[in-house]
């Protein structure tokens, strides 16, 4: 079984796979009569065909070191993850090598941090850690094939 280290996700280690769903230093602009900063589009919804959708998904926690042993994808269509608690959470993700997964990278979230993974990005489940969890997801419903999930020797994620 391999073992890998998750790191602190950053926007530039990150850029493969998607973008990081958080305020930037400086707001787009204020709205609401100068009471709401506007972090406008930080992320671009890709739907291939269908139409984009609002959901909340509970997820059961996982702890380091947790064993990865299944990755998914999403060809059509985009698909965002923001933790509506106050906890860090692990998003594991991995390179397309010629229509499987190559090698997994594990980023530690940290607590009000989404992600937007692009489509065709391969990626673990989502794995809130210590506590359940709830996170907004949008992602694509329509036509078509959309998830495709593949069983992985395990991979073991340490803190």
């Keep these: 079984?391999?073992?890998?280290?998750?790191?602190?996700?950053?926007?530039?280690?990150?850029?493969?796979?998607?973008?990081?769903?958080?305020?930037?230093?400086?707001?787009?602009?204020?709205?609401n009569a100068g009471r709401c900063e506007r972090h406008h589009a930080?992320?671009?919804?890709?739907?291939g065909g269908g139409e984009a959708i609002i959901s909340i998904f509970r997820s059961e926690p996982v702890s380091l070191p947790y064993d990865c042993a299944l990755l998914e994808r999403h060809p059509?269509?985009?698909?965002?993850?923001?933790?509506?608690?106050?906890?860090?959470?692990?998003s594991i993700v991995a390179p397309d090598e010629g229509g499987r997964p190559g090698a997994p990278i594990a980023f530690l979230v940290p607590a009000g941090m989404g992600v937007n993974l692009r489509a065709g990005i391969w990626h673990g489940v989502l794995t809130p850690l210590d506590r359940p969890a709830d996170f907004l997801v949008v992602d694509r419903e329509g036509e078509g094939v959309n998830l495709e999930e593949v069983e992985i020797a395990p991979v073991t994620v340490e803190a």
């Design 76 to 90: 059509l269509g985009s698909q965002a993850f923001v933790p509506l608690g106050p906890d860090p959470w692990l």
């Design 1 to 31: 079984m391999s073992r890998i280290k998750a790191r602190p996700i950053t926007a530039e280690e990150f850029a493969p796979f998607g973008e990081l769903l958080s305020p930037r230093e400086a707001p787009s602009k204020m709205i």
């Design 42 to 47: 930080l992320a671009t919804v890709e739907r």
